[in-house]
């Protein structure tokens, strides 16, 4: 009898069942298996299309295939998990996996947290700083960078191994509402508001730098129109990478402007001495993955940039910006409704909602850079095309 009441206990602790769920569960197990397949899928041919495209390997995707692998983590050991504790409506796997489970959720979610302001730092430094932006994110300090993130966010939901518990209201693993207060109030303050808050300023920042270049640019082609001297025209560059194209056509177009700018405001004057200066740095320090051809350099020192060289770097910055909003868009319900109803008094089934937007998150990044960046496209369909060629050459042999 005591042992039949202690498995009792223990299952009513690993059990999420409540009647105005059992319906729910389904979508939430077909969600949860799309995001399965297509988070795995689509960062694993991430990472490949890194490993196998070499004007991919730039410094900047190397935050990417960062971020993928911390989605990948969490698609393919996490996630299948979940869909089978939704799935049953209770937890099935003891509680040493489910402390397993917190650890390694809070885990990706911090390193991706990490990763996200890593990339905007990165964004804006390659736009006002560009020789600070070669100090920092060296191929040693890049090393460093990644190894630290993942050291930090172990080290900082590390000590939360005693509360991880099974969570009834989301059906999965995390750590205890109270126990761990205030320890846990302080991380996710920490890492969700402020971390999130200074990926938002950085790129409010890039924001505001890219539009004086612009004014910039503006001002210098109507002064050449009203002299009667056409700008040439300079070869354009198509690197899709967004860090090293990007960054010199956006430093071109301020240096162009210069010579005939020399009675604007301060500001503006130092805004061209930097960009000059991270022209220079560029010209001597750049990766060969990311090598614009000589004759574009010297074309874009000396003419104004066209409107599609001016453009990748904003089109690179654009897909970052989206990544972060999409991220953000993914965490936010849920982190307020969990300080919005800390009696946990609202639905189980809006609990549920929430939670399984988080899961969105790991799955939609390679979706975003196959829309968003052509060179990552292009490696995409160079991946599924030979991972088809045996089925194809298959059936055109059965055809014939």
């Given at each position: 009898m005591l042992m039949n009441h202690t498995n009792q206990t223990e299952d009513d602790l690993f059990s999420c069942y409540s009647p105005s769920v059992v319906s729910y569960r389904y979508f939430a197990v077909l969600w949860g298996c799309a995001v399965t397949i297509t988070g795995t899928v689509g960062n694993l041919m991430t990472i490949l299309a890194f490993a196998l495209d070499a004007r991919l390997r730039t410094r900047f995707n190397v935050l990417i295939i960062n971020l993928a692998v911390a989605d990948l983590l969490y698609c393919t050991i996490l996630q299948p998990i979940s869909v089978d504790s939704y799935l049953h409506l209770r937890w099935r796997s003891g509680q040493l996996w489910c402390s397993i489970f917190g650890l390694l959720l809070f885990l990706s979610n911090s390193v991706s947290i990490i990763t996200l302001c890593l990339v905007a730092l990165s964004r804006y430094l390659l736009v006002a700083k560009r020789a600070v932006f070669d100090r920092v994110?060296?191929?040693?300090?890049?090393?460093?960078?990644?190894?630290?993130?993942?050291?930090?966010?172990?080290?900082?939901?590390?000590?939360?191994?005693?509360?991880?518990?099974?969570?009834?209201?989301?059906?999965?693993?995390?750590?205890?509402?109270?126990?761990?207060?205030?320890?846990?109030?302080?991380?996710?303050?920490?890492?969700?508001?402020?971390?999130?808050?200074?990926?938002?300023?950085?790129?409010?920042?890039?924001?505001?730098?890219?539009?004086?270049?612009?004014?910039?640019?503006?001002?210098?082609?109507?002064?050449?129109?009203?002299?009667?001297?056409?700008?040439?025209?300079?070869?354009?560059?198509?690197?899709?990478?967004?860090?090293?194209?990007?960054?010199?056509?956006?430093?071109?177009?301020?240096?162009?402007?210069?010579?005939?700018?020399?009675?604007?405001?301060?500001?503006?004057?130092?805004?061209?001495?930097?960009?000059?200066?991270?022209?220079?740095?560029?010209?001597?320090?750049?990766?060969?993955?990311?090598?614009?051809?000589?004759?574009?350099?010297?074309?874009?020192?000396?003419h104004s940039a066209t409107s599609g060289d001016d453009g990748e770097f904003k089109r690179v910055t654009r897909m970052c910006f989206t990544v972060f909003l999409c991220f953000v868009f993914c965490f936010v319900p849920f982190l307020l409704l969990n300080i919005a109803d800390k009696h946990n008094r609202a639905p189980q089934v809006l609990h549920m909602f929430c939670a399984n937007l988080t899961w969105l998150n790991s799955c939609i990044n390679p979706v975003l850079y196959a829309v968003m960046n052509r060179q990552f496209r292009q490696a995409y369909h160079v991946l599924l095309t030979r991972a088809a060629a045996p089925f194809t050459s298959l059936w055109q042999a059965l055809r014939s």
């Open positions: 994110f060296s191929d040693r300090g890049l090393i460093l960078l990644l190894i630290s993130a993942w050291v930090l966010g172990l080290a900082s939901f590390g000590p939360l191994w005693p509360v991880y518990v099974f969570v009834p209201q989301v059906c999965t693993c995390s750590f205890h509402r109270t126990r761990g207060r205030p320890y846990s109030t302080i991380l996710l303050f920490f890492y969700f508001f402020v971390g999130l808050g200074c990926v938002g300023a950085f790129y409010m920042l890039i924001y505001r730098r890219v539009q004086i270049a612009s004014q910039a640019l503006l001002r210098y082609r109507l002064s050449r129109r009203s002299s009667r001297k056409k700008p040439a025209s300079s070869v354009q560059g198509t690197d899709d990478s967004g860090v090293e194209s990007g960054m010199a056509n956006t430093c071109s177009c301020e240096m162009s402007s210069q010579a005939d700018l020399t009675q604007n405001k301060e500001e503006s004057s130092q805004i061209m001495q930097s960009s000059a200066k991270a022209l220079n740095s560029s010209a001597a320090n750049k990766p060969q993955p990311d090598i614009v051809p000589a004759t574009t350099t010297a074309a874009s020192s000396s």
